[in-house]
Protein backbone atom coordinates (compact mmCIF):
# COMPACT_ATOMS: atom_id res chain seq x y z
CA UNK A 1 0.00 0.00 0.00
CA UNK A 2 1.45 3.61 -0.74
CA UNK A 3 1.48 6.49 1.98
CA UNK A 4 1.10 10.12 0.82
CA UNK A 5 3.77 11.96 2.26
CA UNK A 6 4.67 16.04 2.08
CA UNK A 7 8.04 17.18 2.84
CA UNK A 8 9.94 20.17 3.78
CA UNK A 9 13.77 20.67 2.27
CA UNK A 10 15.97 23.24 3.28
CA UNK A 11 19.72 24.39 2.57
CA UNK A 12 21.52 27.52 3.65
CA UNK A 13 25.05 25.60 3.38
CA UNK A 14 26.84 25.66 0.51
CA UNK A 15 25.71 25.39 -3.08
CA UNK A 16 21.48 25.26 -1.53
CA UNK A 17 20.04 24.82 -4.90
CA UNK A 18 22.13 22.04 -5.45
CA UNK A 19 21.94 20.51 -2.07
CA UNK A 20 18.29 20.60 -2.65
CA UNK A 21 18.10 18.92 -6.41
CA UNK A 22 20.70 16.57 -4.48
CA UNK A 23 18.24 15.76 -1.86
CA UNK A 24 15.45 15.45 -4.03
CA UNK A 25 17.05 12.88 -6.44
CA UNK A 26 17.92 11.30 -3.26
CA UNK A 27 14.22 10.81 -2.36
CA UNK A 28 13.73 8.48 -4.87
CA UNK A 29 14.86 5.71 -2.96
CA UNK A 30 12.15 5.88 -0.62
CA UNK A 31 9.40 5.96 -3.20
CA UNK A 32 8.33 7.94 -6.24
CA UNK A 33 8.55 12.08 -6.34
CA UNK A 34 5.08 13.22 -7.61
CA UNK A 35 4.91 16.35 -7.45
CA UNK A 36 8.00 19.82 -6.32
CA UNK A 37 7.16 23.00 -5.57
CA UNK A 38 9.35 26.02 -6.45
CA UNK A 39 12.57 26.90 -4.72
CA UNK A 40 11.57 29.61 -1.81
CA UNK A 41 14.18 31.84 0.18
CA UNK A 42 13.89 32.55 3.08
CA UNK A 43 15.14 34.01 6.33
CA UNK A 44 16.15 32.11 9.12
CA UNK A 45 13.54 31.20 12.27
CA UNK A 46 14.64 31.30 15.71
CA UNK A 47 18.08 30.94 15.60
CA UNK A 48 19.02 34.08 13.25
CA UNK A 49 22.47 34.74 12.69
CA UNK A 50 23.14 32.22 10.10
CA UNK A 51 22.99 32.44 6.14
CA UNK A 52 19.32 32.44 4.38
CA UNK A 53 17.90 29.23 3.68
CA UNK A 54 16.43 28.03 0.38
CA UNK A 55 13.41 25.85 0.84
CA UNK A 56 11.03 23.42 -1.33
CA UNK A 57 7.97 21.08 -0.72
CA UNK A 58 7.10 18.00 -2.04
CA UNK A 59 4.87 14.94 -1.90
CA UNK A 60 6.36 11.51 -1.75
CA UNK A 61 4.24 8.38 -2.74
CA UNK A 62 5.83 5.54 -0.47
CA UNK A 63 5.54 2.01 0.55
CA UNK A 64 7.72 3.18 3.91
CA UNK A 65 6.16 3.51 7.27
CA UNK A 66 6.91 7.16 8.48
CA UNK A 67 8.89 5.37 10.79
CA UNK A 68 11.30 3.67 7.67
CA UNK A 69 10.75 6.92 5.73
CA UNK A 70 12.14 9.20 8.95
CA UNK A 71 15.27 6.38 8.72
CA UNK A 72 15.88 6.99 5.06
CA UNK A 73 15.27 11.05 5.60
CA UNK A 74 18.16 11.03 8.44
CA UNK A 75 20.49 8.51 6.58
CA UNK A 76 20.04 11.43 3.14
CA UNK A 77 21.03 14.03 5.80
CA UNK A 78 24.16 11.98 7.06
CA UNK A 79 25.13 11.25 3.53
CA UNK A 80 24.80 14.94 2.46
CA UNK A 81 27.15 15.92 5.35
CA UNK A 82 24.56 17.48 7.60
CA UNK A 83 26.54 17.55 10.85
CA UNK A 84 24.25 18.26 14.26
CA UNK A 85 26.36 20.93 16.27
CA UNK A 86 23.72 23.64 16.88
CA UNK A 87 20.28 23.22 17.12
CA UNK A 88 18.49 25.16 14.18
CA UNK A 89 21.59 26.39 13.27
CA UNK A 90 23.07 25.82 10.16
CA UNK A 91 22.75 23.13 7.86
CA UNK A 92 23.44 21.28 4.23
CA UNK A 93 20.10 19.59 4.09
CA UNK A 94 16.97 19.50 6.78
CA UNK A 95 14.13 17.14 5.49
CA UNK A 96 11.24 16.95 7.59
CA UNK A 97 8.14 14.54 7.24
CA UNK A 98 5.19 17.50 8.00
CA UNK A 99 2.71 15.52 6.94
CA UNK A 100 2.05 11.62 6.22
CA UNK A 101 -1.64 10.28 4.81
CA UNK A 102 -3.82 11.98 7.70
CA UNK A 103 -1.46 9.94 10.04
CA UNK A 104 -1.23 11.42 13.89
CA UNK A 105 1.90 10.28 15.76
CA UNK A 106 3.46 11.05 18.96
CA UNK A 107 6.87 9.23 19.83
CA UNK A 108 10.42 10.17 21.03
CA UNK A 109 11.42 10.06 17.92
CA UNK A 110 8.89 11.12 15.30
CA UNK A 111 6.05 13.71 15.47
CA UNK A 112 3.25 13.82 12.46
CA UNK A 113 2.26 16.22 11.60
CA UNK A 114 4.88 18.13 11.95
CA UNK A 115 4.46 19.82 15.11
CA UNK A 116 6.01 23.23 14.23
CA UNK A 117 4.37 23.56 10.42
CA UNK A 118 1.59 25.48 11.38
CA UNK A 119 3.54 28.35 12.10
CA UNK A 120 6.02 28.59 9.30
CA UNK A 121 5.79 30.61 6.73
CA UNK A 122 9.17 28.97 4.52
CA UNK A 123 7.30 25.58 5.21
CA UNK A 124 3.35 26.68 4.11
CA UNK A 125 3.95 28.75 1.13
CA UNK A 126 5.55 26.05 -0.64
CA UNK A 127 3.57 23.38 0.59
CA UNK A 128 0.45 25.30 -0.45
CA UNK A 129 1.54 25.86 -3.68
CA UNK A 130 1.66 21.65 -4.03
CA UNK A 131 -0.96 20.96 -1.56
CA UNK A 132 -3.48 24.04 -0.66
CA UNK A 133 -6.38 21.51 0.03
CA UNK A 134 -4.47 18.88 1.62
CA UNK A 135 -5.67 18.97 5.36
CA UNK A 136 -3.93 19.07 8.62
CA UNK A 137 -5.13 16.19 10.86
CA UNK A 138 -5.01 17.77 14.15
CA UNK A 139 -6.44 21.85 13.05
CA UNK A 140 -8.68 19.83 10.59
CA UNK A 141 -7.99 23.07 8.14
CA UNK A 142 -6.66 22.74 5.07
CA UNK A 143 -2.88 24.44 4.03
CA UNK A 144 -3.97 27.25 2.17
CA UNK A 145 -6.26 28.29 5.35
CA UNK A 146 -3.27 27.85 8.20
CA UNK A 147 -1.65 30.03 5.64
CA UNK A 148 -4.18 32.47 5.63
CA UNK A 149 -3.66 32.63 9.31
CA UNK A 150 -0.16 33.31 9.90
CA UNK A 151 0.24 36.79 10.74
CA UNK A 152 3.27 38.98 8.99
CA UNK A 153 6.38 38.64 9.72
CA UNK A 154 9.11 36.18 8.33
CA UNK A 155 10.28 36.96 4.26
CA UNK A 156 9.80 34.00 2.87
CA UNK A 157 9.96 35.10 -1.39
CA UNK A 158 9.71 32.62 -4.47
CA UNK A 159 12.87 32.77 -6.68
CA UNK A 160 13.00 31.65 -10.70
CA UNK A 161 14.58 28.65 -10.15
CA UNK A 162 12.83 25.52 -11.31
CA UNK A 163 12.78 22.33 -9.04
Request: proline letters at 6%; charged letters at 25%; aromatic letters at 6%.
Amino acid sequence: MLNLAYLSLGSNVGDRERNLHDAIERLGRAGHVVVTSWFYESEPVDFTEQAWFLNCALALETAETAERLMGTLLHIEQEMGRQRTQVKGPRTIDIDILLFGDAITDSPNLTIPHPAMHRRRFVLEPLAEIAAQARHPIFKKTIHELLDELPAGQVVQKIKTAP
